[in-house]
């Protein structure tokens, strides 16, 4: 491992001044040539791009064996069979397996590279994948599920030796879920809120009835009453609370595919064939939530 051993080590002869700049510059360096995936519920990062920006040697995938066989002598060599196989884009377009490595484990291998570079990409490792964590796991998760997965993850609690970002990582990942199966579990609240509503509602509507009953003596009387039951009984338009809701997914489906709001207004108008979302009958609320649910998701599949 001498000559790309020594390469790293001319890097460190030649010292970087760590500062603001410095570390904004070497984080857009990682944006643009480190390669990563969402793979297993955790971000893999390309290890021979993370070695490139570090050491700046014109053969980094050399420089990952040589440095796998002084791990291997060093009894370290649990860190690099963590790494998987994934498939990423490469230079010439397509898409290549490459050793890949998540956060905990990059963290491990960047220990055994002499780099002035090491601190700012270590934090923007924990960045990245915090960042694209909360990314996909914006979705609530039910309490079931979500006991799954948090029991799961608690298999893998790191050493109390580990790094602190290994455990911020670990830390996040595990407010994650208990923060998706909150969000799930307030859901249901509301939707249970809105099922007693309605109920009320129903009730009262079977009060209202009884005394239109009662009034009814003869048929001129129920005549004249005809308009005033019509109106009573006429569809109930959206609540104000899914009218909150349809403005909030008219924003995430803007914000996904760069639809504008009037197209978006217009497409939905159309569908339920209204003049505003405000005339929607609250019985078509789960149409409109299905509605929404498939141009999001296909937005979302698009921008991937």
């Known amino acids: ?14 010292p970087i001044h760590i500062n603001d700049t410095t570390i904004a510059l070497i984080e857009e360096q990682a944006d643009k040539n480190i390669r990563r995936v ?31 066989s002084r791990m291997s002598e060093e009894g370290a060599q649990e860190t690099y069979m963590n790494c998987v ?14 050793d890949a490595a998540d956060t905990k484990t990059l963290l491990r291998i960047i220990q055994s590279i002499p780099s002035p570079k090491a601190e700012p990409v270590k934090l923007w490792l924990a960045r990245i994948g915090t960042e694209k964590l909360q990314e996909v796991t914006a979705q609530p998760l039910p309490p079931a599920t979500a006991s799954q997965e948090i029991a799961a993850l ?9 790094p602190s970002l290994v455990w911020a990582d670990y830390l996040e990942r595990l407010a994650s879920l208990y923060r998706r199966q909150g969000q799930f579990e307030a859901q ?15 009730a009262e509507h079977d009060r209202e009835i009884g005394e239109l009953h009662s009034r009814m003596e003869s048929s001129e009387e129920l005549l004249r009453m005809v308009p005033e039951i019509l109106e009573r009984l006429g569809p109930e338009l959206l609540s104000s609370a899914h009218q909150a809701t349809v403005q909030a997914m008219v924003n995430r489906l ?7 709001h009037a197209a978006i207004h217009s497409d939905l108008h159309q569908a339920f064939h209204v003049g505003t979302y405000k005339d929607i009958p609250e019985s078509h609320w789960p ?5 929404f649910q498939q141009r999001i998701r296909a937005a979302e599949k698009q921008r991937k």
């Open 188 to 202: 249901m609240l509301y939707v249970d809120e809105k099922l007693t509503e309605h109920d009320e509602t129903l």
């Open 154 to 162: 608690r298999r893998q609690k790191p050493d109390e030796n580990a």
């Open 85 to 98: 196989r994934l498939k990423m884009r490469a230079a010439d377009g397509k898409m290549r397996q490459t």
């Open 254 to 260: 803007h914000e996904l595919g760069s639809f504008s």
């Open 1 to 14: 491992m001498s000559n790309e051993h020594e390469q790293g080590d001319r890097s460190v002869d030649q």
């Open 38 to 68: 969402f793979y297993d519920g955790r971000v893999f990062f390309s290890v021979i791009d993370v070695i490139a920006l570090l050491t700046e040697s014109p053969n980094p995938r050399n420089y990952w064996n040589m440095l796998k």
């Open 287 to 291: 149409e409109v939530v299905a509605w």
